[in-house]
Nanobody
Framework: QVQLVESGGGLVQAGGSLRLSCAAS????????MSWFRQAPGKEREFVAG????????YYADSVRGRFTISRDNAKNTVYLQMNSLKPEDTAVYYC???????????????????WGQGTQVTVSS
């Protein structure tokens, strides 16, 4: 079992920044890939960013590449999402997810993930 708890969401003006955190407990955190997804009202949940077990390789959706940075601290069992130059279209509930069957490239298909956090709301005002 893995428990994931997100934090760091909030309301920010366009152009601003937020840092999301996802604290994990349970199975050995350093052995599996982690990702962030988001879901806006009326839309499907979509892949935002992911990284390998070591954090040495990262992957981003085209819509956030160059603005968002995903990272992890395995000593703290935490994955982060630094979000800069935020836009109103980034408004969504952000979820972290764990694929405990994968140490390498994180899948972009949400159905391949085993565990999810409860989500944290990010609202970007124009």
């Amino acid at each position: 079992q893995v428990q994931l708890v997100e934090s760091g969401g909030g309301l920010v003006q366009a152009g601003g920044s937020l840092r999301l955190s996802c604290a994990a407990s349970g199975r050995t955190f350093s052995r599996y890939a982690m990702s962030w997804f988001r879901q806006a009202p009326g839309k499907e949940r979509e892949f935002v960013a992911g990284l390998t077990w070591s954090g040495s390789r990262t992957y981003y959706a085209d819509s956030v590449r160059g603005r968002f940075t995903i990272s992890r601290d395995n000593a703290k069992n935490t994955v982060y999402l630094q979000m800069n130059s935020l836009k109103p279209e980034d408004t969504a509930v952000y979820y972290c997810a764990a694929d405990v069957g994968t140490a390498g490239v994180p899948p972009i298909n949400l159905y391949e993930y085993d565990y999810w956090g409860q989500g944290t709301q990010v609202t970007v005002s124009s």
